[in-house]
């Protein structure tokens, strides 16, 4: 069992930065891969990003890639999520989640085991 809570969302004006952290507990293991997605009303839920929890590897979508950065500390069992460069089309809710079966990164929610609640990110413009 993992349990997996978001935090760090908010209001930014378009061209800010935020931070979102996913700290997890339970049985992590280095193989396992973190993911960031988001959810914007009326749309499905999309891939930003992974990271395998031993750090080695990260994954973004072509939306972001360039402008946020996913990283783990893993003495305090958290993923981050760096968002720069924000616009109003990353307006979402955005979710960590865990895929604990995973021999390659996958960019498919359903792959995914574990969630968090999601917390929620708005850019104005």
């Known amino acids: 069992q993992v349990q997996l809570a978001e935090s760090g969302g908010g209001l930014v004006q378009a061209g800010g930065s935020l931070r979102l952290s996913c700290t997890a507990s339970?049985?992590?293991?280095?193989?396992?891969?973190m993911g960031w997605f988001r959810q914007a009303p009326g749309k499905d839920r999309e891939f930003v990003g992974c990271?395998?929890?031993?750090?080695?590897?990260?994954y973004y979508s072509t939306s972001v890639k360039g402008r946020f950065t996913i990283s783990i500390d893993s003495a305090k069992n958290t993923v981050y999520l760096q968002m720069n460069s924000l616009k109003p089309e990353d307006t979402a809710v955005y979710y960590c989640?865990?895929?604990?079966?995973?021999?390659?990164?996958?960019?498919?929610?359903?792959?995914?085991?574990?969630w968090g609640q999601g917390t929620q990110v708005t850019v104005s413009s």
């Open positions: 989640a865990a895929d604990t079966a995973a021999l390659y990164y996958s960019i498919r929610a359903g792959d995914y085991d574990y």
């Open positions: 990271i395998m929890w031993s750090g080695r590897s990260t």
């Open positions: 339970g049985r992590i293991f280095s193989n396992y891969y």
